[in-house]
């Protein structure tokens, strides 16, 4: 009898320990600094330049160039431009959700080790008023395919249609679990 009064006792001392220990360290942390940043009060200005959600990162414009890591190298994104089309335009008779459009890229291995870039459920259209949505489609263009694997230094310049919302918002590449996107990309309307 005395051992199991012991035993309970110990127990018992033991979830109050572990209780007062994890109530301390989970609120201590946490308000480490309370203070939001400007961007988490306002959110992102999308009527100037879009931004990514959850990235500071601005998203690319046609023809600048950005950089980005895939895996184990390094990847070179530049788009070149954007053409909205009709579906006969792209030799299908299926309606848009929204617009078609045709998004040239040209994709390049800038890093020391091989490395993919797939469109396929990867790019999100999102503007200030729509969340995020998938603009994927199976519709291919004569040229260059740029959903691949590069070596390093190879590259490809290639079309992907795309069936966004409405002209304009950005385009953002995110990877295989990954939430926040790996570049972004401003059409123009």
């Known amino acids: 009898m005395r051992i199991a ?5 110990s127990s018992a001392a033991l979830v109050i320990t572990l209780i007062g220990v994890t109530g ?12 939001p940043t400007e961007s988490a009060v306002s959110g992102p200005d999308f009527s100037t330049e879009s931004v ?11 023809g600048q160039t950005g950089t980005y890591v895939v895996g184990t190298t390094s990847m070179e994104i530049t788009p070149k431009g954007v053409k909205y089309v009709t ?3 792209v030799g299908t008779e299926t309606p848009p959700r929204g617009q078609y459009a045709v998004l040239t890229l040209t994709v390049k291995n800038v890093g020391s080790m091989s490395g993919p870039f797939k469109s396929w459920h990867s790019l999100k259209w999102f503007d ?13 263009t004569p040229g260059l395919d740029v959903d691949t694997t590069y070596a390093p230094g190879q590259s490809v310049t290639g079309d992907i249609v795309l069936d966004v919302v409405r002209r304009g918002g950005s385009v953002g590449y ?3 679990g990954v939430d926040i996107p790996a570049f972004s990309i401003n059409l123009p309307k």
Do not use: F, H, N
């Not at 301390?24 to 203070?35: I, L, V």
């Not at 990514?52 to 046609?62: I, Q």
């Open 5 to 9: 009064s012991r035993v309970a006792t």
């Open 24 to 35: 301390c360290s989970g609120g201590t942390d946490q308000k480490a600094d309370t203070k």
């Open 52 to 62: 990514a959600p959850e990235t500071a990162e601005p998203a690319l414009k046609m």
């Open 87 to 89: 579906p006969s335009d």
């Open 128 to 140: 200030a008023t729509t969340a995020m949505q998938d603009v994927s489609t199976a519709i291919g």
């Open 174 to 176: 995110y990877e295989d």
